[in-house]
């Protein structure tokens, strides 16, 4: 395997007179990071390249007046010890230590059972006693639809949770408490996620069990895997913007970089592979290898039904957006190191008090308590009122506490929640053979989160070992003969 040029120094043409199956990988967040391990291990001859000078993405930790903040997630991961994710990292070597959070999660509901907030006072009760207030009626209704999900009798039609339980009943405070649970693990509506994928996570729930707070933060996870790519020989490049995927007759063949720190971005560098996998989502993925897949098509390495399968599914992704407001306190604030649901805030879905799990989070004697809000699409136009309803939202559940506002963060476009909505998302197969796909645009069913994103890896690898079907829709055979297809002139643009 050759290169057009040397990347950097240290980073010789990669894989060259190396018989080992050379890998490229296109971003270092958790989906990158995790697969880079997991091939390293395997023998493989690993390089990721990421284009930020930070390691990890959306899963890392960074300092901010003594706190250890993050770049995306709430130090927290869905599934706790047993989840895909924790299990994975140890599987691969990785000493992390997750604490169970317990309760799984409390809501805090008005006590008054009329009111629809919390200025007329409210108490906290555990997640799993919340259907208890429902009336005898509408408990027999529910546990009825659920067995009859679980029995695999579905609703013909995959539609959205809350329109399918509506149907059958209406409890305003059930129906609040699945937007707030949406809302905090997915950054979606009860509505916006089906109903199947609402059933596939309880599933899930019940298999992995709830969630747990990681020891040290999401940097915890992050260098672990680093150290265990970088023990296996993989390599982990900074700064190198990736701005093509090569492809040779029909396949992934390697990449074209940019060094972000040179001048003008210096010259292009070509690194050839057997292998590439990109965490950056399908779409964006796309953008890198469109104009390259249409040639492939005029020449009849790649069919044009196939790829314009592929685009109609692109053109249905959604990314979630959120935003995250982390303060801290001099007293602790909640009882509990695990989620607070707040079906009756403003915008507020639920916070997690880390320090209380790991007071190292945080300088001596203070508490950081981080929130997470779903936005809706049609709210980042106006993002300031949604911060400001936020803001309005912590004076109302934490009356009269003195709190510091650190940091606020809007998660949106090219740095979401999640790149597809949960549900929604496109598998690790693309047209072009030997390109997959990780990450958070490539989760498994019922995968919150991280889980999501550990589900897809081990789904991918399966493909990469050919130990899984390849069976995605676009991947039909090739039709070797030459201008197919004209190809599609609409491009998809990087958000
Ligand atoms: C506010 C918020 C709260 C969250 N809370 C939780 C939580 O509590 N628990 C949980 O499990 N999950 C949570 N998540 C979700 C979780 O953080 C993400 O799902 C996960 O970090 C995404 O990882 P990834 O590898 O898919 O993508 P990313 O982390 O985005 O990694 C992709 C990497 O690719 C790099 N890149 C992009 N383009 C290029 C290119 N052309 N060349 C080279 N590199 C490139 C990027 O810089 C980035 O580093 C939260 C997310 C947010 C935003």
Redesign the pocket.
């Known amino acids: 395997m050759t290169s057009g040029s040397d990347i950097a120094a240290g980073s010789e043409n990669i894989g060259s007179a190396d018989s080992r199956k050379s890998v490229i990988v296109?971003?270092?967040?958790?989906?990158?990071l995790l697969t880079a391990a997991a091939l390293a291990k395997e023998g493989r001859d690993v390089t990721v390249?990421?284009?930020?000078s930070?390691i990890?993405?959306?899963?890392v930790n960074f300092e901010y007046k003594g706190y250890q903040l993050s770049t995306?997630?709430?130090?927290?991961?869905?599934h706790g010890v047993k989840g895909p994710l924790a299990t994975m990292v140890k599987e691969l070597g990785g000493q992390i230590t997750v604490v169970p959070s317990s309760p799984m999660a409390m809501v805090r509901v008005p006590t008054d059972k009329t009111a629809s907030d919390y200025s007329g006072g409210f108490e906290d009760i555990p997640s799993a006693q919340f259907k208890d207030h429902l009336s005898l009626k509408n408990k027999l209704i529910m546990g009825k639809l659920t067995a009859k999900y679980l029995a695999g009798m579905i609703p013909e039609e995959d539609i959205g949770f809350k329109s399918w339980f509506t149907q059958y009943f209406r409890d305003d405070r059930m129906e609040r408490y699945a937007d707030s649970f949406a809302g905090w693990s997915l950054s979606m509506t009860a509505d916006e996620t089906s109903v199947s994928e609402m059933f596939a996570i309880f599933r899930n729930v019940a298999k992995y069990g709830g969630p747990g707070i990681l020891m040290g933060g999401c940097s915890s996870v992050i260098n672990e895997l680093v150290r265990i790519i970088k023990e296996n020989g993989g390599r982990i490049l900074t700064q190198?913007?990736?701005?093509s995927v090569i492809l040779k007759e029909g396949k992934a063949a390697g990449i074209v970089?940019r060094d972000v720190r040179a001048k003008g971005y210096g010259d292009p560098e070509t690194l050839t592979a057997d292998l590439v996998i990109s965490?950056?989502g399908h779409k964006?993925t796309f953008c890198?290898y469109q104009e390259n897949a249409e040639k492939d098509v005029q020449n009849g390495y790649l069919s044009a039904d196939a790829l314009r399968t592929y685009e109609e599914q692109l053109s249905k992704i959604r990314p979630s957006a959120?935003l995250?407001i982390c303060f801290s306190c001099d007293e602790q604030l909640l009882t509990h190191g695990g989620i607070l649901l707040t079906p009756y805030a403003r915008r507020i879905n639920g916070m997690d008090e880390v320090t209380n799990v790991d007071p190292t989070l945080a300088p001596e004697g203070k508490h950081l308590i981080m929130t997470?809000q779903r936005t809706a699409p049609d709210r980042l136009d106006h993002i300031d009122e949604e911060i400001q309803m936020g803001l309005d939202d912590l004076k109302d559940i934490f009356p009269g506490k003195n709190l510091e506002i650190l940091v606020i963060?809007v998660?949106r476009d090219g740095?979401?929640?999640?790149?597809a909505f949960s549900g929604t998302d496109c598998g690790n197969l693309t047209p072009v053979k030997d390109l997959y796909i990780v990450?958070?645009?490539a989760k498994g069913k019922g995968g919150?989160?991280?889980?999501g994103?550990a589900l897809g890896v081990t789904k991918a690898l399966e493909l990469i070992r050919g130990t899984a079907p390849e069976k995605e829709i676009w991947k039909r055979p090739v039709q070797q003969t030459k201008n197919a297809r004209e190809p599609q002139n609409k491009k998809y643009k990087n958000q």
């Open positions: 296109i971003g270092a967040g958790l989906g990158g390249l990421e284009k930020l930070l990890g993405g959306r899963f995306g997630a709430l130090h927290m991961l869905p190198k913007e990736v701005t970089c965490d950056i964006e890198l959120g995250k997470h963060q998660h740095w979401p929640v999640n790149r990450g958070d645009g919150i989160e991280v889980e994103i």
